[in-house]
Nanobody
């Protein structure tokens, strides 16, 4: 699979951004999609996951202000982020998993097999 993120940028605290991720390729074996973020010198952090049935799970970091969704027809994954904080500044990645055991509760990076290049979000 090829995953291509967009929608990052610079925004003031309290603002919103909508990240998109277009997924190219055969997703018939994909079990779950997710959004992650990473800042330098820190581990990649899971934010939200959505499985093939549309079941959703959020990590504490993503719960309440972030909303994950997926357009099945066009294979687009989105992350709506509201009430952004300075500490949300990071590189944001979308990911897909072809691991049969991965589910919507899979918010660790090791569960995912395909990654986008990332899109930078800067909140000031």
């Amino acid at each position: 699979l090829q995953l291509v993120e967009s929608g990052g940028g610079s925004v003031q605290a309290g603002g919103s951004l909508n990240l998109s991720c277009v997924v190219f390729g055969d997703t018939t074996k994909t079990t779950v999609f997710g959004w992650f973020r990473q800042v330098p010198d820190r581990a990649r952090e899971g934010l939200a996951a959505i499985d093939r049935d549309g079941m959703i799970n959020y990590a504490d970091a993503g719960r309440g202000r972030f909303t994950i969704s997926r357009d099945v027809t066009f294979n687009i994954l989105t992350l709506q982020m509201n009430s952004l904080k300075v500490e949300d500044t990071a590189m944001y990645y979308c990911a897909a998993s072809s691991r049969s055991w991965a589910t919507m509760t899979s918010l660790g990076p090791s569960a995912y097999t395909d990654w986008g290049q990332g899109t930078q979000v800067t909140v000031s």
